[in-house]
């Protein structure tokens, strides 16, 4: 079951509990960045863990570790749960070691500690939830607030108009608590029970009445006989009036120490065991779940570096080697430019023609996944893609990227721009066979890069191409030629810059064997 108030979700295969905020912005600034630092940096068996923060509005939420048994508040007016002295001793230990540690820690002071705030995991531990996060909190201006959620608040806190938390009051709050474990009632609701004729105040006359500070100060009535005389010693040493007479939680826990001494330490063993049986049965699916959940990862990460990289060159980064360049002595590259492209991104918004590219590569890496080639990279409107490399295929290199290039201009006939249906996209595609160089450049972004003049003459056959056309040189042509089975007719002889005058080619199709 979920607290009141959460949702359950799935983050990486695990169940989390999502508290939805109602915060239309969520302004991230200094503060929220140190509160977000400092929950993920915080861990205690006794505190639940923080996940993260979903910044998505309107679904802007707070994502933490999933207790499946609920909150106390609910555990204590279960009347189906068996709950004898030893559990209740266990609950409230735990409430001291997740407060001591808390009041240790960088937070200071809960702030928020009642029952519904104290999450009961799969191994019936107590784990305190709400605590920090304070910035973000203080950004919510619509939340309706029970006057009964104010049971918990200490008096000084309540007749401070701008409320601030503080370690004294929680000791207070503790104390409440206690009252809860101690009677399995709510906050207030032990009184004597007998009196029929006693009326049942309003949350906003106990308030009141806490306001006032009377002598004695208004508390919850307890039975003596509920509990030892020392616990109820305690919890009302807790709730003093004055903040300077209630105890620190380190001077609690020796306390709840002394208290509980005299009970046998068989009894305690047995919990403990009981604790570790529970937490046995759960480790080795817990186990399972962790190792599936890395090798998820880890999958995942392969893939993507996989995308950055060839297969076999991150294989022997990952060991740690080094990659030497390699040189290849005949490879084809192949270049592609969209045509109108800057007078395109002139009518179009950035978002749209982020999404144009997005969908154009997508489409082209869907289709070069049938070809023996590999992606160099796209550098905005450009896609480089080279054959005959990191893995030497022969003279296929070449018939490799021609079919390729056709299967691209095919592709494009069915091509649609999203917000210019009308407009026809033109692509101009460039193709060159030679020698070149590979290898590994960078340590903290590694890239996979090709040196040569073959780029260069690629990268120009492209460039004095013309839309929908596939432009080769006349060394992929005579490649090409003793395949017999592709269709290339002469251009002619063209001004290349940098390399004078080139007698270049069109790859117009293939001829069906």
């Known amino acids: 079951m979920a607290a009141s108030g959460m949702k359950l979700g799935l983050y990486k295969g695990i169940k989390v509990a999502i508290k939805m905020l109602d915060i239309k912005r969520l302004h991230i600034n200094r503060a929220v960045l140190m509160d977000l630092k400092q929950m993920r940096a915080i861990t205690h068996e006794n505190l639940t863990r923080f996940i993260g923060l979903c910044i998505d509005e309107p679904n802007i939420s707070i994502f933490t570790e999933h207790c499946p048994?609920?909150?106390?508040?609910d555990m204590l007016a279960n009347d189906a749960m068996n709950m004898d002295w030893i559990c209740r001793y266990s609950i409230i230990t735990d409430i001291v070691e997740g407060m001591t540690f808390l009041h240790?820690?960088?937070f200071q002071f809960h702030g928020k500690l009642k029952s519904s705030n104290c999450l009961i995991d799969g191994r019936f531990m107590v784990k305190l939830s709400e605590f920090g996060m304070v910035s973000v909190y203080s950004q919510i201006h619509s939340e309706v607030i029970n006057p009964r959620s104010y049971f918990w608040t200490a008096p000084e806190h309540l007749r401070d108009k701008n409320y601030k938390a503080s370690k004294k009051g929680d000791v207070y709050s503790f104390a409440i608590i206690l009252q809860e474990v101690i009677t399995r009632n709510g906050p207030f609701e032990c009184g004597d029970t007998k009196n029929k004729s006693r009326r049942i105040l309003e949350p906003e006359e106990i308030l009141d009445k806490i306001k006032l500070g009377t002598i004695p100060p208004y508390r919850p009535e307890m039975d003596p006989s509920d509990c030892q005389p020392d616990f109820i010693k305690l919890m009302k040493l807790c709730w003093a009036e004055n903040p300077a007479e209630r105890p620190t939680f380190p001077e609690i826990?020796?306390?709840i120490k002394k208290i509980t001494k005299g009970i046998s330490s068989h009894n305690f063993l047995d919990n403990l065991?009981?604790?570790?049986?529970?937490?046995?049965?759960?480790?080795?699916?817990?186990?399972e779940e962790k190792t599936q959940s890395l090798y998820d990862e880890k999958k995942k990460t392969d893939e993507l570096l996989y995308q950055l990289l060839p297969k076999f060159i991150a294989e022997e980064l990952k060991k740690g080697n080094h990659v030497k360049p390699e040189v290849y002595d005949s490879v084809t590259i192949f270049f592609s430019d969209i045509v109108g492209f800057t007078s395109l991104c002139a009518e179009s918004t950035p978002m749209q023609v982020v999404d144009l590219l997005n969908d154009l590569y997508t489409c082209f890496d869907a289709t070069i996944d049938l070809y023996n080639v590999y992606k160099v990279e796209t550098i905005g409107d450009a896609y480089m893609v080279?054959?005959?490399l990191p893995i030497k295929i022969g003279d296929e290199h070449a018939s490799e990227i021609a079919r390729m290039s056709l299967a691209l201009i095919?592709?494009?006939?069915?091509?649609?721009?999203?917000h210019k249906p009308e407009r026809k996209m033109k692509l101009r595609i460039g193709a060159h066979s030679g020698p070149c160089v590979a290898g590994v450049v960078g340590l903290k972004m590694p890239k996979y890069c090709l040196f040569g003049d073959t780029v260069n003459t690629a990268s120009r056959m492209e460039s004095t191409g013309e839309a929908l056309k596939i432009h080769i040189s006349e060394?992929?042509?005579k490649i090409l030629d003793t395949f017999g089975t592709f269709r290339i007719s002469k251009r002619g002889d063209i001004e290349i810059k940098g390399?004078?005058?080139?007698?270049?080619?069109w790859l117009e199709g293939e001829i069906s064997t």
């Open 386 to 388: 080279a054959s005959g």
């Open 499 to 505: 390399k004078g005058i080139m007698t270049t080619y």
């Open 475 to 477: 060394q992929m042509k």
């Open 273 to 287: 065991l009981l604790r570790m049986e529970q937490y046995a049965n759960n480790l080795e699916q817990l186990v």
């Open 253 to 255: 826990k020796s306390k």
């Open 104 to 106: 240790n820690s960088d």
């Open 69 to 73: 048994r609920g909150t106390l508040m």
């Open 410 to 418: 095919h592709t494009l006939k069915n091509f649609k721009i999203r």
